[in-house]
């Protein structure tokens, strides 16, 4: 079936520390988005990937997605106590590509040191 | 601007009742809608998807229905709640390939 696999499952870093979350599915994608849910909250759209090898940034968060358009990572450098959260990434499964099944990955919890 | 409305934020129910929650759509027409099932500390469990009135996807077979009476409104039930279906239900919605924007989340409990 499809499936989004997500690793790690958690990541436990000091601040300052680098942070990276990868994504793998199952079929080639024809977009990938990344969310993050703050503890009692609810995911918060941060970036959509759709071209095949991209990388965006948002300040110290860099997301890749791959050739095949299978993988996607996203890198957080010098992490802080404000990136703590569970980071999720989402890929469409609908027909054609299209947005209908919006099937995510287990997310990674992030927890930052002080 | 958009907004997603979804209620209640929290419920307790007992085993065997039924359940009935709502969410609705403002400023935006025809948006997919979703409703998925998080449980404590993992991950977004897809239960259903619809895009358009009356078209309901189901990915995990179960206890819960979906209905789209309305353009901007979606709907998840059940006649009989299990112990398991304890969790944080999301609702959220999207246009065509854009990103998906989630409601507050009802927290169910049920005892």
């Known amino acids: 079936g499809q499936q989004v696999m997500q690793i790690p499952q958690y990541q436990h870093v000091q601040e300052g520390e680098d942070f990276t979350t990868y994504c793998n599915s199952s079929?080639?994608?024809?977009?990938i988005q990344w969310y993050k849910q703050r503890p009692g909250g609810h995911p918060v759209f941060l970036i959509q990937l759709v071209k095949s090898g991209e990388v965006k940034k948002q300040k110290r968060l860099t997301f890749q997605f791959g050739e095949a358009k299978k993988n996607s990572s996203l890198h957080i450098t010098a992490t802080q106590t404000t990136d703590v959260g569970t980071y999720f990434c989402?890929?469409?499964f609908g027909y054609g590509g299209s947005q209908g099944n919006l099937i995510f990955g287990k997310g990674t919890k992030l927890s930052v040191k002080p | 601007s958009q907004t997603i409305h979804q209620w209640p934020a929290t419920l307790v129910q007992p085993v065997g009742s039924p359940l009935s929650l709502e969410c609705t759509v403002e400023g935006t027409s025809n948006p997919n809608l979703y409703w998925y099932r998080q449980a404590a500390g993992r991950g977004l469990q897809l239960l259903f998807y619809s895009v358009g009135i009356g078209q309901i996807s189901s990915e995990v077979p179960q206890n819960l229905s979906a209905s789209r009476p309305q353009d901007r409104q979606f709907i998840l039930s059940s006649k009989k709640l299990l112990l398991s279906d304890s969790g944080f239900y999301l609702c959220?919605?999207?246009?065509?390939?854009?990103?998906?924007?989630f409601g507050q989340g009802t927290r169910l409990t049920v005892v």
């Open positions: 959220a919605w999207s246009s065509a390939n854009t990103e998906a924007f």
């Open positions: 079929t080639t994608l024809s977009n």
């Open positions: 989402a890929g469409p």
